[in-house]
């Protein structure tokens, strides 16, 4: 979006199923990559994908290479991009889409995000931290686990930019360089509604979603390193044909540089 690497590569190879029930992988020309060896197969994400054959698992890409070989390990979950394994000894670890070790989690519990399949959640209970770590294995972001709060970070993603709530903090990531954009102190979760195309002014409104526990209004904007909370003075601030505008009782206002 908006020429940022924010998006997830959409899958150029599928999966197709005989007569007899196994599935081999095809191009988007139509070519065979593979034989018709699978008996189960899940969809692209990020370039690979969970095959079965028979009683063993393993991770394939969208060229028929595997990844990670048949047997290699005895039990696959996967996680928006990443897979928890199980090795022959009982050992737990996180893997990336290319089979490589991220972490040992043995004592560390894993949570996707609804609807986000870019970030999962890595909670350590031995250290007591959580971690949010991107579909490429890379930490973003790790914060001790509060003992005031019940609840667990959330995320979200939009126009390149991301948005992490916990602990009453808020903080805005850039998706293409995983680097913090700004900060602050909030009781609500504040997402990225509308960006400027120069990318210097962000507007952020509370976040709504059917699975939040709280719906509040609250509207900033982020421009010149600095915070503005417009709650007070808009309903709403948008971008309509390249202008900054307010709304309030469902009137619109042009804002100024100064965002008056």
Not at 3 to 30: V, Y
């Amino acid at each position: 979006t908006d020429g940022k690497k924010t998006d997830i590569k959409e899958a150029s190879s599928f999966f197709l199923q005989n007569s007899e029930k196994k599935a081999a992988l095809f191009n988007k020309d139509g070519n065979r990559l593979t034989d018709f060896i699978f008996t189960s197969a899940g969809s692209f994400l990020n370039g690979s994908a969970l095959v079965r054959k028979d009683n063993e698992s393993g991770l394939i890409n969208e060229n028929g290479k595997m990844l990670v070989d048949f047997g290699k390990y005895k039990y696959f979950l996967s996680y928006a991009g990443l897979y928890k394994v199980t090795d022959a000894e009982n050992n737990y670890f996180l893997i990336d889409g290319t089979g490589k070790v991220i972490t040992d989690v043995k004592d560390k519990k894993i949570t996707s995000f609804i609807g986000i399949n870019h970030f999962v959640l890595l909670e350590d209970e031995k250290n007591n931290t959580y971690s949010i770590i991107n579909y490429q294995g890379k930490e973003v972001i790790k914060f001790p686990i509060s003992s005031s709060s019940e609840d667990i970070p959330e995320v979200n993603l939009e126009d390149g930019y991301f948005s992490v709530f916990y602990n009453n903090k808020n903080y805005i990531f850039d998706v293409e360089t995983d680097k913090e954009v700004v900060s602050f102190d909030t009781d609500v979760h504040h997402c990225v509604s509308d960006v400027s195309e120069d990318g210097n002014t962000i507007i952020l409104n509370a976040c709504s979603a059917w699975y939040t526990k709280l719906n509040k209004k609250s509207v900033k904007v982020f421009r010149n390193n600095k915070t503005i909370d417009l709650t007070d003075k808009c309903d709403n601030v948008f971008y309509e044909s390249e202008v900054l505008l307010c709304s309030k009782n469902y009137k619109k206002n042009l804002l100024d540089k100064d965002l008056n």
